[in-house]
């Protein structure tokens, strides 16, 4: 019998000596490790073959991780933990609104960075897997959903917490839950993860992202999914 493949991480940082430290410790979790110190250098070893999850560092020297980050999606929806020495909010917002699964900011313990790959990796969609949202069809199990205007891909975070909300239909989910139900395990977690997914959920499903219609805010409360329509 052949052995199981191991899921592979891409690792990104121009600090070598991290990138050394890091690719270690994430062999040691049973992960393969692919390793690149520079934006380019990444997206040649994308160019042969996708791994599971791809480790960015957002302050590098030419090709900077956001760039990075943009152009990977690009390619593939591959999910993606950003690193940074920035701690500032606006810096977590923008790169978990366009790209990330998550953001740890540097220095962090690299016991806490596997235990974020191993839960996003691990991750599945809960909740009915299929959805009808007016015109348009959403399967939660392979994140892709159908409109008459074409298909396009939910991320993993978006469909678990599309999946979280389809499971209290019409009733309000306080955000501390979907914290815990989307985010669970992960230290640091903060309100703003939910309204940021929230928001490029809108931007997906909604004809009017200003004017929701069916993923509501209950200000103060949490988020509530409504006029959903659900199958087997």
Excluded: N
Aim: proline share 6%; charged share 25%; aromatic share 4%.
């Amino acid at each position: 019998m052949q052995p199981a493949l191991r899921p592979a991480v891409l690792l990104v940082d121009d600090d070598l000596t991290l990138l050394s430290v890091l690719s270690r410790r994430v062999a040691r979790a049973g992960y393969s490790v692919i390793t690149a110190s520079s934006g380019a250098a990444a997206l040649k070893l994308l160019q042969g073959s996708w791994p599971s999850l791809v480790i960015v560092d957002l302050m590098m020297p030419g090709m900077d991780g956001f760039e990075l980050c943009r152009r990977i999606k690009q390619l593939a929806d591959l999910p993606i933990i950003v690193l940074s020495a920035v701690d500032a909010s606006e810096a977590k917002v923008s790169a978990l609104e366009l790209y990330a699964e998550d953001y740890i900011t540097k220095p962090f313990d690299p016991d806490e960075l596997i235990a974020r790959v191993q839960r996003i990796l691990r991750r599945a969609p809960i909740g009915s897997p299929s959805l009808s949202l007016g015109d348009g069809r959403i399967d939660l199990a392979t994140r892709r959903m159908v409109t008459p205007a074409g298909a396009q891909q939910l991320t993993r975070i978006e469909a678990r917490l599309l999946g979280v909300l389809a499971a209290s239909i019409d009733r309000v989910v306080p955000t501390d839950l979907l914290l815990d139900r989307v985010w669970s395990e992960a230290d640091g977690a903060e309100p703003s993860y939910v309204w940021v997914t929230i928001r490029r959920l809108r931007r997906k499903l909604e004809e009017d992202p200003d004017r929701p219609r069916h993923l509501l805010t209950e200000r103060g409360i949490g988020y509530r999914l409504a006029s959903l329509s659900t199958s087997g």
